[in-house]
């Protein structure tokens, strides 16, 4: 029952990033967007479930302005907690939705929107999971 509660929240905030990614393309229809769009260190949580369970994480993903990003993180998956780290490439279509793809493969594995002149990133992965990420630019 939790964890079906857990999806049903879950899928309640998807729906509303969705919607807000809708709103926010309109408004920013002008705006030239691309892979320099995301430059620097974004802080980042990610919740929801996946194959294993409950899914919880927390940490930085590093693009390079070009089509490079990095990813830190701590991840709880059902309980059991590990830290690691991946490279991967990222691209951002000229109406602020983008991708992250693996470096090898090419193929989409999570879907994301830049909002708030690219300072956030809201992300969905994609493949038997409901997770959902916030990231936020690190200022220094």
């Known amino acids: 029952m939790k964890i ?3 999806s049903l929240v879950t899928f309640a905030l998807v729906v ?3 919607i807000l990614a809708l709103q926010i393309n309109e408004v920013y229809a002008d705006t030239s967007w691309s892979n320099s769009t995301l430059n620097g260190r974004y802080g980042f ?3 929801g479930v996946n194959t294993e369970g409950p899914y919880a994480a927390v940490g930085t993903l590093t693009f390079d302005g070009k089509e490079n990003v990095v990813r830190r993180q701590g991840v709880s998956r059902n309980g059991a907690f590990e830290k690691n780290h991946a ?3 990222y691209e951002v279509a ?4 983008g991708k992250m793809v693996g470096p090898n493969s090419g193929e989409e594995f999570e879907a994301f929107v830049v909002v708030n002149e690219g300072t956030e990133i809201y992300i969905i992965k994609e493949s038997d999971q409901t997770v959902y ?4 630019k690190v200022h220094q």
């Open 4 to 6: 079906k509660t857990i």
């Open 16 to 18: 509303g990033v969705v």
């Open 45 to 47: 949580f990610a919740t």
């Open 87 to 89: 490279f991967f490439k």
């Open 94 to 97: 000229s109406d602020c939705t």
């Open 133 to 136: 990420i916030v990231a936020k």
